[in-house]
C-alpha cells in the first residue's frame, strides 16, 4: 500500500494497522484539518478535503459529546452500502492526533478497532518529543516570491 | 497551526474568512477559486444549506507556489456567520494561522459587525489564544453599493479597526479588494512564521 508521512516514525505503525486492520485507505491528520500521513488514497480520493472534513466530523461529534453526554464523544463510524469509516483520535507526545479509516467487506468495525488500539499504543511508543527549539523556516525577504506567486495565480502582472 | 515540512519544503497554514451573515465570505472563495488556475488550487469543498447559505465551512486548497524555497500551501475556510451557528465557527476556528475578518460595509449592519468582531475574540479567548497574537487583517467588503447605503472605509476602521490591522475595501462579487486581502495576510501569516513565533507543527521528515 501507497504511503506517504509528514513525520517518519508515523509511517510503520500505520503501515501495520492498514495491512492488519485489512483497510482500504487511512488518514492521520491534526484536529485543524492539516494531514500528517496518508495510505492507499488515490486520485480518486482528494485528501484534502477529506481532512477537512474528517476533522470537522470528528470537532462536531466531540461537541455534541459535550452537550448530550458532558463529555466529548471520541470515535465515530459511519456505514456505506458498500464502503465504512471511523473515525478516532490518537493521543501521542507529539499532541493528539485524528485517523480516519476507510475499510470495505474485507474487514469489519470490530476488526479495525481491535488493531486501533494497538495503533494508538504504536504511535504513543514511537512519537519524539516535541523539539524545543524551532528555527525560523523562511527567508525575511520573502515578499518579493509572495506577490510573484499571488500575481500569477490571479493573471496579474508584477513588476 | 503551520505545518513545515522540511524535508520536502512544504508548508502549510490554514486561514479563516470569519465574519457577520452575509457579509461575503464565501463570495470572497467563489471568487479566488473562479480565478485561480486548476493546477493551482484543490476542490472546494461547500457544506451548505438548500438556499446556499453556509452551514459548516467552505474549503478551498491552494497552492501558492514556492516561497523562499518552500512550497507553500493555504487552505481558506469560511465560517458560517448566522448568530446561532456559534458552536461550529469556534470549531473551524481550531488551528488558524490567520483570520480575515470580512465586515459588511452596510450602515445597518453595522452592530452585526461589532457583534460578530467580538464573537471572534470571545471564540479565541475560549481556546486560550490572545486576540491581538493572531495574524488579522480587515476587509470592508460591499463597498460597490450606493454611497448612500454603506459606510466608507474610514468609518468602518473608526468602528472595528481598534488594532491598527491592514484593511482593505472590497467588492468580492466582482474582485477588487480580493487579491489585496488575500495578500495581505498570507504576508502576515508567513511574516510570523518566518520570525519562528508561530505555534505549529513542526515536522522534520519525508514525504
Known amino acids: 500500500m501507497n504511503i506517504a508521512t509528514v513525520e517518519p516514525w508515523v509511517e510503520a505503525p500505520l503501515r501495520r494497522f492498514v495491512d492488519d486492520a485489512r483497510a482500504r485507505l487511512a488518514l492521520l491528520l491534526h484536529p485543524s484539518g492539516q494531514v500528517i500521513a496518508q495510505a492507499g488514497f488515490t486520485r480518486e480520493v482528494d485528501v484534502m478535503s477529506a481532512c477537512a472534513l474528517a476533522a470537522a466530523s470528528h470537532a462536531t461529534a466531540g461537541e455534541l459529546g459535550r452537550r448530550v453526554d458532558g463529555h466529548a464523544f471520541r470515535s465515530l463510524h459511519y456505514a456505506g452500502p458498500d464502503r465504512q469509516l471511523f473515525l478516532s483520535p490518537v493521543e501521542t507526545a507529539r499532541g493528539a492526533y485524528i485517523c480516519l479509516t476507510v475499510f470495505n467487506a474485507e474487514s469489519s468495525l470490530g476488526l479495525v478497532r481491535i488493531y486501533f ?3 494508538c499504543n504504536d504511535l504513543a511508543a514511537a512519537a519524539p518529543p516535541l523539539p524545543a527549539i524551532r528555527q525560523p523556516t523562511i527567508a525575511a525577504d520573502f515578499e518579493l516570491d509572495l506577490n510573484r506567486n499571488l500575481a500569477a495565480l490571479f493573471g496579474r502582472h508584477h513588476p | 497551526m503551520s505545518l513545515v515540512n522540511y524535508a520536502t519544503r512544504e508548508i502549510t497554514c490554514k486561514i479563516v474568512y470569519y465574519g457577520p451573515g452575509r457579509s461575503g465570505k464565501t463570495t470572497n472563495l ?3 477559486y473562479g480565478q485561480v488556475p486548476d493546477d493551482r488550487k484543490g476542490r472546494m469543498v461547500s457544506l451548505a444549506t438548500q438556499t446556499d447559505r453556509t452551514l459548516f465551512f467552505d474549503f478551498l ?3 501558492l507556489g ?4 518552500f512550497t507553500t500551501k493555504f487552505q481558506l475556510y469560511t465560517v458560517p456567520g448566522q448568530v446561532y451557528y456559534q458552536a461550529t465557527r469556534k470549531l473551524v476556528l481550531q488551528g488558524a494561522d490567520g483570520v480575515v475578518f470580512v465586515a459588511d460595509s452596510q450602515a445597518r ?5 461589532i457583534e460578530s468582531f467580538q464573537d471572534l475574540h470571545a471564540n479565541l479567548a475560549e481556546q486560550g489564544i490572545d486576540a491581538r497574537t493572531v ?15 454603506i459606510l466608507t472605509t474610514a468609518e468602518l476602521s473608526d468602528a472595528i479597526n481598534f488594532r491598527g490591522v491592514p484593511e482593505f475595501p472590497a467588492d468580492a462579487l466582482h474582485g477588487p479588494g480580493v487579491f489585496e486581502t488575500l495578500r495581505s495576510i498570507a504576508e502576515v501569516v508567513l511574516k510570523r512564521l518566518s520570525a519562528g513565533t508561530s505555534a505549529g507543527v513542526v515536522a522534520g521528515a519525508r514525504g
Open chain 2, 30 to 32: 467563489h471568487y479566488i
Open chain 2, 66 to 69: 514556492s516561497i523562499s524555497g
Open chain 2, 109 to 113: 449592519q453595522l452592530g452585526e459587525n
Open chain 1, 117 to 119: 488500539e494497538e495503533l
Open chain 2, 61 to 63: 486548497p491552494l497552492d
Open chain 2, 135 to 149: 495574524p488579522l487583517v480587515l476587509q470592508y467588503n460591499k463597498q460597490d453599493l450606493p454611497r448612500d447605503l
